[in-house]
């Protein structure tokens, strides 16, 4: 459905994307992730067909977002992290506007207003103008908005940024329901814990380039081929800790009461053989094992980097 293949984008000595390549199959609700200038917002900018990319193709439902942009409009609905609504419009209104702009039949707006509204919660709001309305109110509006046209694609910048716990439940609701009605989402975030509730699937990048993706079970389990560790001793725990820090594989290796924690990036059988060379070096081992990591933690194993919103790239 949405398919980015060796997609680079500059501005000027910067550069946001760098052969970024990801494929999103049709009806999933995608989550996108990256820290701070990861180029989320670029890759869905392109793919929303505002920017040209540099090098590259990105199509949607089999249409280039270059040369067939006209096209690929009609198939996504697009709500960045920053829009506008118009103040002095009612929501119906609102609705009823960007319809006429899709060339939705005249006779066709206010019941296509009216289920939108529905849709996302505001069906009492109709008659209310916009800037009179919260901004939760406001963000399901929008979204209701990219809608009019019946999109087989949904692009999401931040459509929680600013929310409140309740209106961000509010969302992940309208979320679940798109993909019921077999949209294809892509959605980007920084709250990591509710993206892990709604997404099927999630990619992490980080300097304009894809580090990984998978089911969000995939890549809790395993990320950049880094496992989180666990080692239980009787004694000398602080002593394996500085030794395990001076092993090849071993990353951030720390004690915890009679625990180290350590990141390992080896192989099965190396990971055996780490054991085995404690075991023989004294230490008595009481429990060995992998800790599995939630989200935001995989995230931090890849990018060693705190979550951030894109700041527009």
Known sequence: MIEFNGVSKNFGAARALDQFSLTVREGLVYGLIGPNGAGKTTAMSILATLQLPDAGTVTVDG???????????????YMPDFFGV????????????????????????SRLAAGLLELVDLPDKAGVYVDSLSRGMKQRLALARCLVH????????????GLDPRARAEMKEIIRHLKQMDKTVLISSHILPELAEIC??????D????????????ITAFSRGARQMRIEVLDRVKE?????ATRPGVSDS???????????????????ELLQVIITAGWPVTEFGEVKRNLEEAFMAVTGGEVENDGGN
Do not use: N, W
């Open 207 to 218: 300097q304009g380039k894809l580090i990984a993706c998978g089911t969000v079970a995939e």
């Open 240 to 244: 394996l800790a500085d030794y395990l």
């Open 254 to 272: 720390h004690a915890d009461g009679p625990t180290v924690q350590f990141i390992f990036s080896g192989e099965q059988a190396e990971q055996a």
């Open 150 to 161: 019946d999109p087989k694609v949904l692009i999401l910048d931040e459509p929680a940024s």
């Open 63 to 77: 249409r280039d977002v270059v040369r067939e942009a006209g096209e690929v409009r009609g198939r996504i609905g």
């Open 86 to 109: 118009y103040d002095d419009l009612r929501a119906a209104e609102y609705l009823e506007f960007f319809a006429a702009a899709y060339h939705i039949p005249a006779g066709r707006r």
């Open 200 to 205: 099927d699937e999630v990619a992490i990048m």
